[in-house]
């Protein structure tokens, strides 16, 4: 006799008109809870039009966990085979190895619904888009907390570069990294390459450090910065490089979420207060807090001016990026 699937029965959900079969729908992927494959394709469609906000026209990286976030991680550039012929693509060249991958380009939420039907968790978007995946629209300020640094330092650190951001003249919508850190989104006019945007987040980062004193580290190799330290992490903007998508889950055992925020939630707000069980209702309270994202278009000459004024202080060992050529 066989033994009965533990993971349940295929349920069909309905997501953009499309129509997605979710096989094994009882799995646990987030054990802290029990919360399943079904619960996080449920909780994408609830925050569908922050999701796809995020990810609209950018090549995605997806991390898969094909029996639970305790399971093994996959990192897939690549469209995982057996999409539907709705699904679409963009050709990457990664000219490290001279190859091409064709990653998934979200339209709509049924794209996102279906790549969890593939066991995928994360959603990790290009900050460039489909038009011309090498001018990037989106400047993205990585606070990446040291090992010894607590999340005070964290909303410190956000607090300071909100005030360069407003001096700039640029708006900044943040959220939780779904981790220990926080990231901030600047739309930017995709007028520059990797190098430049990268070059501008650089000039940034130094001038945050300056303000905010030692705990901010700069340091290149991560062994070489103070354990108690923030790094803002400017190498985000390089090619190739991404970081998980607003609304995005996280692959841990309590289903953690990125976490659109708004600046006065930033001293009170925690990062596990954010969850596929908690965030759907907060959608459907507050809506998409990032919606007003790409209303706020900053032109980033002004950093690259600092850029240019700092050059002389660039850190010399810096290995060069061979993606960004």
């Not at 699937?5 to 499309?18: I, K, N, Q, T, Y």
């Not at 394709?41 to 976030?69: E, K, N, Q, S, W």
């Not at 989106?138 to 607090?159: F, G, K, N, Q, S």
């Not at 309590?254 to 959608?283: H, K, L, Q, Y």
């Amino acid at each position: 006799m066989a033994a009965k699937d533990s993971a349940g029965a295929p349920v069909e959900l309905e997501a953009a008109g499309r129509t997605i079969r979710i096989s094994s729908p009882d799995r646990v992927y987030f054990p802290a809870r029990g919360e399943t494959k079904l619960d996080l394709a449920r909780y994408y469609l609830g925050v569908g039009d922050g999701i796809v906000r995020a990810l609209r026209d950018r090549p995605c990286m997806l991390h898969r966990f094909p029996t639970g976030v305790t399971g093994e991680k996959v990192h897939q550039k690549r469209l995982p085979r057996g999409a539907p012929d709705w699904v679409e693509t963009v050709r990457i060249h990664f000219p490290r190895w001279n190859r091409t991958a064709d990653e998934l380009c979200v339209q709509h939420v049924a794209d996102v619904v279906w790549a969890v039907q593939m066991s995928t968790v994360e959603f990790h978007p290009w900050n460039s888009r489909k038009p011309d995946v090498e001018q990037p629209d989106e400047w993205r300020i990585d606070l990446d907390p040291m090992p010894d640094a607590t999340y005070a330092d964290v909303r410190r650190v956000a607090h300071v570069a909100h005030e360069v951001l407003d001096e700039l003249g640029a708006t900044g919508f943040p959220k939780t990294s779904g981790g220990k850190g926080m990231h901030v989104y600047v739309r930017i006019a995709p007028e520059h390459g990797f190098a430049d945007v990268r070059r501008a987040a650089h000039a940034f980062a130094k001038e945050v450090g300056r303000r905010a004193g030692d705990v901010v580290d700069l340091s290149w190799w991560r062994k070489d910065r103070d354990s108690k330290s923030i790094f803002v992490d400017y190498n985000q903007n390089a090619r190739d490089h991404t970081i998980a998508a607003a609304y995005s889950v996280r692959g841990v055992p309590e289903a953690v979420v990125s976490a659109p925020i708004r600046w006065d939630e930033v001293d009170d707000a925690e990062p596990g207060d954010f969850t596929i069980a908690t965030m759907p209702n907060r959608f459907a309270e507050l809506g998409d807090l990032h919606a007003g994202i790409d209303d706020a278009v900053f032109a980033i000459d002004p950093l690259l001016e600092w850029a240019d004024r700092d050059a002389k202080d660039a850190p010399a060992e810096e290995p060069p990026d061979l993606d960004a050529v």
